[in-house]
């Protein structure tokens, strides 16, 4: 099946720093991507939606200036958390959707455990 | 807004036991509907999946149905093993942005 892989896994960064996690559909082109939080024992909230060459759409109280997206190729997104605080770790995962096939199925990434000291 | 609501929140049951797990939306103008697997720290492992237009699945000890019209998806496990711990997420998505709306899980432990 179709694979999405993110790095890195894990990350631990210090307060006012900021960190970069990648997201790959690694046999499929994916023109939409999705990124998500989950805080511990809460289930995956979406917060935001990102297109190829596009800015990207962000969830009601998601701070884009906060949570740089960017999808310059079809099978790469990036998230750039800046100037982290310990609020913000999570588990971050990303999704992607394979837009060259019907019914353009929707994979997930293994997720990013981020901790910010 | 669609929301998605699963029940029970947590489950323990001996193993061997054939279970059903719930999950609730409020929008039936669905594109599909999915379950997963979470294992603890680890990322999302899909099962099932039903189009809209698809009443259940199957595969293996697993069968998810899918009653579009009253809002409703059962995933049934049978002859429960260890293994099967995890947290199982139901995950709806509209027809609209097509984005995935998870439910909040349900959280199983099958003892041995």
């Known amino acids: 099946g179709a694979v999405v892989s993110q790095h890195p896994s894990r990350v631990i960064c210090k307060s006012g720093t900021s960190v970069k996690i990648e997201c790959r559909s690694l046999?499929?082109?994916?023109?939409?991507m999705f990124w998500y939080r989950q805080f511990p024992k809460q289930s995956l909230m979406l917060m935001a939606t990102?297109?190829?060459?596009?800015?990207?759409?962000?969830e009601q109280g998601v701070e884009k200036d906060k949570f740089l997206i960017n999808h310059a190729s079809l099978t790469l997104s990036t998230l750039t958390v800046t100037s982290a605080h310990p609020e913000d770790s999570s588990f971050y995962i990303c999704?992607?959707?394979?837009?060259?096939?019907?019914?353009?199925?929707?994979?997930f990434g293994p997720g990013t455990r981020l901790t910010v000291t | 807004k669609q929301e998605v609501t699963q029940i029970p929140a947590a489950l323990s049951v001996p193993e061997g036991e054939n279970l059903v797990l719930n999950c609730s939306f409020t929008?039936?103008?669905?594109?599909?509907l999915q379950w997963f697997r979470q294992d603890p720290g680890k990322g999302l492992t899909s099962l099932l999946l039903?189009?809209?237009?698809?009443r259940e699945q199957t595969s293996g000890r697993l069968n998810a149905s899918l009653d579009k019209s009253s809002g409703r998806s059962t995933l049934y496990i049978a002859a429960s093993q260890p293994g099967d711990s995890a947290t199982y997420l139901c995950?709806?998505?509209?027809?609209?942005?097509?984005?995935?709306?998870f439910g909040p899980g349900t959280r199983l432990s099958v003892l041995p």
């Open positions: 046999d499929f082109q994916a023109t939409t």
């Open positions: 999704s992607a959707r394979d837009t060259g096939l019907f019914p353009y199925e929707q994979y």
């Open positions: 990102s297109n190829e060459g596009s800015k990207a759409t962000y």
């Open positions: 929008d039936s103008a669905i594109y599909n």
């Open positions: 039903i189009q809209s237009s698809q």
């Open positions: 995950a709806v998505r509209d027809n609209y942005g097509q984005n995935f709306v």
